[in-house]
């Protein structure tokens, strides 16, 4: 889902390496700022702020430090001067790109991104370029062993987990649309964006904490690349990744 296949973003590789760490809390940080800001601090009023949270809690990111970035978001000078946008551009072999960023300052950002994509063999794009090829939905992972083992009845009679049979029945009926084996035993659950709520709700109630779960967009077609511009990627991805203003990602390369 976020991971956008073998792209991996910010939250695909969180924790896999110290050098990042600490561009990710920066990132997260940023995050819950203009969530608590633009709905505020109260996370069962604010369903943005509680996602970014999460997402934050998930990260490993320090108590302390989600509560200073919410009170930035809600009183701070900090908070008033961040801005969210979603470009839209072109990378190496014409695959297309959306890139979400939150800065403080949307001119540099934009001239960064521009600078980041040419040397790249990317480009910028026209507003409504690029983002007909994507949709946006909701999204959910979870971890495959918080449910009832099939093969062996003595076990599951021991625990009050659901099976994986129930599990999707109960999601399906929250607004699940999709629910699909992910990587390293994960299972991702994709809802419509207006759904996103009922089902983070279900999980709460059944007693289920998601690995991951927010927004994200997704390619309608993917095109397949080869492996010069495959690499070439990569490198454009990896500089995402270090750039603070960048909070994620998405592209149609499969």
Do not use: C
């Amino acid at each position: 889902m976020s991971g956008h296949s073998k792209w991996h973003n910010i939250q695909a590789r969180k924790g896999k390496q110290d050098a990042l760490r600490s561009n990710v809390f920066s990132k997260l940080s940023r995050l819950v700022t203009i969530s608590a800001r633009t709905g505020g601090g109260d996370q069962v009023m604010n369903f943005s702020l509680r996602l970014a949270v999460e997402r934050a809690k998930a990260a490993g990111m320090p108590k302390d430090n989600i509560e200073r970035a919410i009170k930035k978001g809600t009183g701070g000078p900090d908070g008033a001067q961040l801005e969210e946008a979603l470009y839209e551009a072109y990378g190496p072999g014409g695959v297309a790109i959306l890139v979400k960023i939150i800065t403080d300052n949307k001119n540099r950002t934009v001239q960064e991104i521009k600078h980041t994509l040419s040397k790249n063999g990317g480009s910028f794009g026209s507003s409504g370029s690029v983002a007909w090829m994507f949709g946006q939905f909701g999204y959910a992972i979870v971890g495959n062993d918080q449910f009832q083992p099939k093969a062996d009845p003595p076990l599951a009679e021991k625990t009050n987990k659901l099976s994986r049979d129930d599990f999707e029945l109960t999601m399906i009926d929250a607004g699940a649309e999709d629910i699909r084996d992910g990587e390293e035993g994960n299972i991702e659950i994709k809802t419509k964006v207006e759904n996103l709520k009922k089902v983070m709700d279900k999980l709460k109630e059944i007693g289920i904490e998601p690995k991951e779960s927010g927004l994200t967009w997704e390619a309608k077609d993917k095109v397949v690349v080869d492996e010069a511009v495959s690499g070439r990627l990569e490198n454009l991805f990896s500089e995402f990744e270090n750039d603070d203003d960048v909070e994620d990602y998405w592209t149609n390369a499969e």
